[in-house]
């Protein structure tokens, strides 16, 4: 996946935050169906942190 992305937008650039270019190397690291495996996990946390929101949202109002 990231060679797709870089072949897409070209070579990768470092990130600014040393954290998050520490994660985008070990990313790099991984072969292709873990680093999608990991993408896919983020997106379900992000759902479910999201639908956790509402759900507080609701409760106040």
């Known amino acids: 996946m990231v060679k797709l992305m870089e072949a897409y937008f070209g070579e990768r650039k470092p990130f600014n935050n040393p954290k998050i270019e520490a994660v985008a190397q070990i990313m790099e690291s991984l072969d292709p169906a873990a680093q999608e495996d990991i993408l896919r996990i983020a997106e379900k946390e992000k759902r479910l942190?999201?639908?956790?929101?509402?759900g507080e949202l609701r409760r106040a109002a």
Request: net charge negative.
């Open 49 to 54: 942190a999201e639908i956790g929101k509402e």
